[in-house]
């Protein structure tokens, strides 16, 4: 079974977001997936896979 995380993202610098998981702040590839700050977004295995 697998599931995915929605956070929220922070700040972004090329390939790399830093997301906000209720208190958890982590740096996810963001390489396929357009982002901007403020953007919900879903994360999967450390990859954004989609925006919200």
């Known amino acids: ?4 995380l929605v956070g929220k993202v922070l700040e972004f610098d090329g390939k790399e977001a830093k997301v906000d998981f209720e208190g958890v702040r982590k740096r996810v590839n963001s390489e396929f997936i357009k982002v901007k700050r403020g953007d919900k977004v879903l994360v999967f295995n450390n990859f954004v896979i989609e925006r919200l």
């Open 1 to 4: 079974m697998c599931f995915a």
